[in-house]
T-cell receptor, first 115, second 110 residues
């Protein structure tokens, strides 16, 4: 069965802390994505990676960085957490098929609260 | 900038009723997807539509892709409480990038 796991379901951090969100997929997918989900705004792409050590900025990369040292793992880093980064963070993976739209498999999400 | 707007934003209906949700854009998309997200979970793919005018059925769910490939609709017949969730449409925006709609939150009351 396809599986994307995220390291935490809930996190509470303080302003200025460095925050690591981990995502692991067991499907040998090339592509991995980090989104944030806010009410009324849908899912917004933060970063994505199409190969190990490769990364591309999405629509809202400011304040975030990512790391992909192994194919199965994609980490999102908040260098200095701020209250406006309180959100639901979703990780996804997909396999390259050459189609415009591939099936994305999502993790259950991490709800982050920054105080 | 490509945008996908969904309507309605919220929908609360009784079990057994029919409903339609819409996904609209001013841009042409080569294909569109619909996902459903249940509380506490990530979105799960329901369908991909790739041809203008295409209609796909998934049990009580009917998906249509507009002829001009700028819009899509999802129709649910005889809604059930298990249909409750957030429905999201998504389109491709360049290589590897996806645009997601704003979502329609559906609640079906027993």
């Amino acid at each position: 069965d396809v599986k994307v796991t995220q390291s935490s379901r809930y996190l509470v951090k303080r302003t200025g802390e460095k925050v690591f969100l981990e995502c692991v997929q067991d499907m040998d997918h090339e592509n991995m994505f980090w989104y944030r989900q806010d009410p009324g705004l849908g899912l917004r792409l933060i970063y994505f990676s199409y190969d190990v050590k490769m990364k591309e900025k999405g629509d809202i990369p400011e304040g975030y960085s990512v790391s992909r040292e192994k194919k199965e793992r994609f980490s999102l880093i908040l260098e200095s957490a701020s209250t406006n980064q309180t959100s639901m963070y979703l990780c996804a993976s997909s396999s390259y098929t050459g189609q415009d739209l591939e099936t994305q498999y999502f993790g259950p999400g991490t709800r982050l609260l920054v105080l | 900038t490509q945008l996908l707007e969904q309507s309605p934003q919220f929908l609360s209906i009784q079990e057994g009723e029919n409903l339609t949700v819409y996904c609209n854009s001013s841009s042409v998309f080569s294909s569109l997807q619909w996902y459903r997200q249940e509380p506490g979970e990530g979105p799960v793919l329901l369908v991909t539509v790739v041809t203008g005018g295409e209609v796909k059925k998934l049990k009580r769910l009917t998906f249509q892709f507009g002829d001009a490939r700028k819009d899509s609709s999802l129709h649910i017949t005889a809604a059930q409480p298990g249909d409750t969730g957030l429905y999201l449409c998504a389109g491709a925006s360049g290589t590897y990038k996806y645009i997601f709609g704003t979502g329609t939150r559906l609640k079906v009351l027993a």
